[in-house]
C-alpha cells in the first residue's frame, strides 16, 4: 500500500521568501501525487496534481511541484510567500492499484511572518 | 456552483445520542468518501462509495455507518458514538475512484464533539 510522509508540521517563513514544503511517498507502481490546501474552518482545495507526463506541475496560487522518482518525492514550492498562503498543507498519493485508498500526509502548516 | 455541502457544520452531543451528518454533492460524481482528520494524522478515510448502492469500508471504518441510496447522498451514521469519535469530518466526491487521477472535492467539515 502506498504511504505519504511530509517532514515538518509547522513551516514558518518570512513573507516574500522561498516556500518549501516537503513530501515523500512510497508506492509499488507509478503514482498519482496531489497537493491540497486548508484554510481555516474550509475544506481541502486541490492546488496541483501529478499523474503522467512533465515533472514538472504548475499549480493555483503560483505554486508548483516536482516528481522525482528517484528520490520518491513530490516537493511543493512557491518563489515568494504572501501572507494570504498561510494555511494546511497536504500531500497526497493514489495509483491505479490503489483500491480506491487515497493516501494523506499528516499535514504541514504553513505560517508566514511580515 | 458545483458545491459538496455537508450539514451541520458543528455539532455537539452526547455518548450514545445516534447521530446523522448528511453530504450532498451537485457534480453528478460516481465516487464519494468520508474521511476524519485529527492533528498530527492528516485525513484517514471512514468509508467509500464507488456507486449508488455500493459501499466499503476504508482504513477506521469502526462505529461508523454510511448509505449510498441515491448518487448525490452519502450520509455518515454514527449509531451510537462515543468521545474517541470527537474530530473534524470531511465528505468528498469524485468523478470516478481514487485509483484514477481524478482529485478529490472537498466539503467544508464537520466538527463533531462527543461529550
Known amino acids: 500500500a502506498q504511504s505519504v510522509t511530509q517532514l515538518g508540521s509547522h513551516v514558518s517563513v518570512s513573507e516574500g521568501a522561498l516556500v518549501l514544503l516537503r513530501c515523500n511517498y512510497s508506492s509499488s507502481v507509478p503514482p498519482y501525487l496531489f497537493w491540497y490546501v486548508q484554510y481555516p474552518n474550509q475544506g481541502l482545495q486541490l492546488l496541483l496534481k501529478y499523474t503522467t507526463g512533465a515533472t514538472l506541475v504548475k499549480g493555483i496560487n503560483g505554486f508548483e511541484a516536482e516528481f522525482k522518482k528517484s528520490e520518491t518525492s513530490f516537493h511543493l514550492t512557491k518563489p515568494s510567500a504572501h501572507m494570504s498562503d498561510a494555511a494546511e498543507y497536504f500531500c497526497?498519493?493514489?495509483?491505479?492499484?490503489?483500491?480506491?485508498?487515497?493516501?494523506f500526509g499528516a499535514g504541514t502548516r504553513l505560517t508566514v511572518k511580515p | 456552483e458545483a458545491q459538496v455541502t455537508q450539514n451541520p457544520r458543528y455539532l455537539i452531543t452526547v455518548t450514545g445520542k445516534k447521530l446523522t451528518v448528511t453530504c450532498s454533492q451537485n457534480?453528478?460524481?460516481?465516487?464519494m468518501s468520508w474521511y476524519r482528520q485529527d492533528p498530527g494524522l492528516g485525513l484517514r478515510q471512514i468509508y467509500y462509495s464507488m456507486n449508488v448502492e455500493v459501499t466499503d469500508k476504508g482504513d477506521v471504518p469502526e462505529g461508523y455507518k454510511v448509505s449510498r441510496k441515491e448518487k448525490r447522498n452519502f450520509p455518515l451514521i454514527l449509531e451510537s458514538p462515543s468521545p474517541n469519535q470527537t474530530s473534524l469530518y470531511f465528505c468528498?466526491?469524485?468523478?470516478?475512484?481514487?485509483?484514477?487521477?481524478?482529485?478529490?472535492?472537498f466539503g467544508d467539515g464537520t466538527r463533531l464533539s462527543i461529550l
Open positions: 468528498a466526491s469524485s468523478l470516478r475512484g481514487t485509483d484514477s487521477n481524478q482529485p478529490q472535492h
Open positions: 457534480m453528478n460524481h460516481e465516487y
Open positions: 497526497a498519493v493514489s495509483d491505479f492499484d490503489s483500491n480506491n485508498d487515497m493516501r
